[in-house]
């Protein structure tokens, strides 16, 4: 029997009236700002560390700072602004908004304040108080989406589970004075495997879009049976990387996986938006994973240390795809139009510098310590110019689009 009167679901408006405050009349608001603001200064700290012996970290020790604020600092917040702004687009539902948005927000920025400071405050005091943010956002998550009931999007919920365990075992090993790297790699593991999945969608989708309205013919290939292997096929590779990183098995299964996201890519027809930085940022963003898989897989062999290989994911493929997404949904979800204008095009040309420079400092041993810190200042230069461009628009709101 066919239904003549199906119920359409109303689309989630993005506009949102809000009584309060606007920063918190969507999640993007306030996590892209934050984002955007923590990665300035965050890495601005790590540079003067770096360059001028600035102290940072205290008791938590200044490198093990650095990357856990980079992992858990900035790039929880994106995440989390993208989390609360694309599930009420997946469920339907109305998005968080209001108190329980600030106070989540809250949650976050004390984490930070306290990791800045953490001897002053209590080692214990400001693990807890950073701990607490990651499953929050989860349970957040978690409750949307079961009432939403969209099922398939809980994968998307493992990983975010992952980094609340990979922050807490991060932590865990500083108390002990133990190796770091395994949860690193495993935050970094869980980041890969929501670009591959989230980058699978969004990739494609807006892709498809923007080359149909230019009555493109070839568009994107739809998500099948390669995409399905792709995702699948990471997970044996990231976990022996996690585990075994300098590995000749982690070689061969992270060649694998290399090969098998550049063939994904390859399909999603890339090299027609080169007239749209919007777009084409989005496939440069994503092409870090294959090369970030290739390059692990040289670790085993010499040919670059783990430190170098791990920022092609963390500055590459993490780093540009966050500012790719908060960009782009910035200027969707406040009425910009949908183009990247010189600032920023010019901002993701700083993060791809930035993503070159790190990983061949190596081979200037002599300059090493002045080429990490250029590849530092072109991220913050990269995320100064977002806050110079989007910063007025994710405080005021939403304005009609032109035509």
Not at 26 to 40: E, N
Not at 41 to 46: D, I, R, S, T
Not at 320 to 331: E, F, G, H, K, V
Not at 345 to 352: D, E, K, R, V
């Amino acid at each position: 029997m066919v239904e003549t009167n199906p119920i359409k679901r109303k689309p989630v408006p993005r506009g949102i009236a809000h009584t309060g405050p606007v920063i918190l009349a969507y999640g993007f608001r306030p996590f892209f700002l934050g984002a955007g603001i923590w990665a300035v200064l965050a890495m601005g700290l790590w540079v003067g560390a770096l360059a001028l012996g600035l102290p940072i970290g205290q008791g938590y020790g200044g490198m093990a700072w650095h990357a856990h604020e980079m992992l858990f600092g900035y790039t929880s917040a994106a995440l989390a602004g993208f989390l609360l702004t694309a599930i009420p687009n997946w469920t339907g539902r109305l998005p968080v908004s209001g108190v329980p948005l600030g106070v989540l927000f809250l949650v976050w920025l004390a984490g930070r304040l306290a990791l800045t400071a953490p001897s002053s405050l209590g080692m214990g005091w400001a693990i807890a108080l950073d701990i607490a943010f990651l499953p929050l956002l989860f349970s957040i998550c978690l409750r949307e989406v079961v009432a939403g009931k969209k099922w398939r999007d809980l994968k998307v919920l493992t990983g975010v589970l992952a980094l609340a365990c990979a922050n807490g075992g991060f932590h865990a090993l500083i108390l002990i004075n133990g190796d770091t790297g395994l949860a690193s790699r495993l935050a970094v593991s869980a980041y890969v495997m929501l670009i591959g999945i989230i980058g699978g969608r969004v990739v494609p989708s807006f892709t498809r879009n923007w080359l149909a309205k230019r009555h493109v013919i070839n568009l994107p290939a739809p998500y099948d049976r390669l995409d399905s292997i792709t995702l699948l096929g990471s997970l044996p590779a990231l976990a022996t990387w996690v585990i075994w990183p300098g590995h000749l098995a982690t070689s061969a299964v992270c060649t694998i996986a290399g090969l098998l996201h550049a063939a994904r890519l390859r399909r999603w027809q890339g090299w027609q938006t080169s007239d749209e930085r919007l777009v084409l940022v989005l496939h440069l963003a994503y092409a870090a994973l294959p090369i970030g898989f290739f390059t692990v897989a040289l670790v085993p062999f010499g040919l670059i240390d783990a430190a170098s290989a791990l920022h092609v994911f963390t500055v590459g493929a993490i780093g540009l795809m966050t500012l790719a997404i908060m960009s782009r949904a910035t200027r969707g979800h406040t009425g910009l139009p949908l183009t990247a204008l010189f600032l920023t095009a010019t901002s993701y040309g700083f993060l791809i510098a930035g993503a070159i420079l790190r990983p061949i400092a190596l081979f200037w041993p002599d300059q090493y310590l002045t080429v990490v810190s250029a590849s530092g200042l072109c991220w913050m230069m990269a995320f100064l110019l977002y806050l110079v461009e989007y910063a007025p628009a994710l405080l005021t709101r939403r304005k009609a689009r032109p035509e």
